[in-house]
């Protein structure tokens, strides 16, 4: 049976996460506590039912990092698929969404204000972050949020999922990589008026990257470093690492390079691709 964990932040997207499962076909249960996630899964099985399972486990939920750990070694044990899906927010953004759906926090019952119950929430959750796939909400909308989902849920999560996320320094730095790589000192391509209307995914642009000595140069270190400390990781039971790859406008240089990395990692690992700055431009 596959089992899908989601945790996180409130306000971070749980809901929405969930819902999409819902959609996909799971029998889905919002704030289970995890010690009767072991009897959910024998019941099913009981049943016969050949649902895949959603369980949204929050901070009302008062869940642990032992204790996840606990039930998760104990399904994976007895054969089961069990992934964990983290969702989490700037704090600003956190504060401007409660303060939009006028919701009240979880822990607003303990006489905390707002930003003190975010704190405590995170404080509280954030150890099971490094057991799980994580997605930084914070300038998503309710779609792009399903959409990464999808993505995720399309990629065979048996040994570590390499995430290779392309992105422009301008915009920002993603939250929720591990690895930063800076494109900007490679030529770029957007100052050929010829080249600037392409993306890193289309053949001028990566027959023109292709050619630079510095491109080339610059893959062929990141690749050296990441085949050096990606087993390593692995050994330590990382389920998932995101490569973060940057230029200034996300759109040339770290776009081929994260499809030309991600093309040499294959085979080694299963390796997810995200682009930042191009997704933002298909909404438009």
């Given at each position: 049976m596959k089992i899908v964990l989601i945790s996180g932040l409130s306000g971070s997207g749980k809901s929405v996460a969930l819902k999409?499962?819902?959609?996909?076909?799971?029998?889905?249960?919002?704030?289970?506590?995890?010690?009767?996630?072991?009897?959910?899964?024998?019941?099913?099985?009981?049943?016969?039912a050949e649902e895949h399972l959603g369980i949204s486990v929050d901070i009302r939920s008062s869940v642990s990092l032992q204790q996840a750990q606990r039930q998760i070694e104990l399904l994976r044990g007895l054969g089961h698929e069990v992934d964990l899906l983290f969702l989490e927010a700037s704090e600003d953004v956190?504060?401007?969404?409660?303060?939009?759906?006028?919701?009240?926090?979880?822990?607003?019952?303990?006489?905390?204000?707002?930003?003190?119950?975010?704190?405590?929430?995170?404080?509280?959750?954030?150890?099971?972050?490094?057991?799980?796939y994580c997605i930084d909400t914070s300038k998503m909308n309710a779609q792009q949020l399903?959409?990464?989902?999808?993505?995720?849920?399309?990629?065979?999560?048996?040994?570590?999922?390499?995430?290779?996320?392309?992105?422009?320094?301008?915009?920002?730095?993603?939250?929720?990589?591990?690895?930063?790589?800076?494109?900007?000192?490679?030529?770029?391509?957007?100052?050929?008026?010829?080249?600037?209307?392409?993306?890193?995914m289309d053949k001028p642009i990566q027959e023109y990257l292709d050619q630079q000595p510095l491109a080339q140069e610059l893959l062929d270190d990141i690749e050296h470093f990441m085949s050096r400390w990606l087993p390593r990781m692995e050994v330590e039971s990382r389920s998932y690492v995101t490569i973060g790859l940057g230029c200034t406008g996300g759109q040339h240089r770290s776009v081929y390079m994260t499809e030309r990395l991600a093309e040499r990692l294959r085979g080694k690992y299963h390796v997810l691709i995200r682009h930042r700055q191009l997704a933002k431009l298909a909404e438009r």
């Open positions: 999409l499962l819902e959609d996909l076909g799971y029998y889905c249960v919002d704030n289970m506590p995890l010690e009767m996630l072991p009897d959910l899964v024998k019941f099913h099985l009981d049943r016969c956190l504060m401007r969404r409660f303060s939009e759906t006028r919701r009240s926090h979880p822990l607003a019952g303990k006489r905390l204000t707002l930003l003190e119950s975010l704190r405590q929430e995170r404080d509280w959750l954030f150890p099971l972050r490094d057991l799980a399903r959409y990464s989902v999808l993505q995720w849920l399309d990629v065979h999560s048996e040994g570590m999922l390499v995430i290779i996320e392309s992105f422009g320094f301008k915009y920002g730095v993603p939250t929720n990589v591990d690895f930063v790589f800076d494109m900007r000192s490679l030529p770029n391509p957007y100052y050929d008026p010829e080249l600037r209307p392409f993306n890193g």
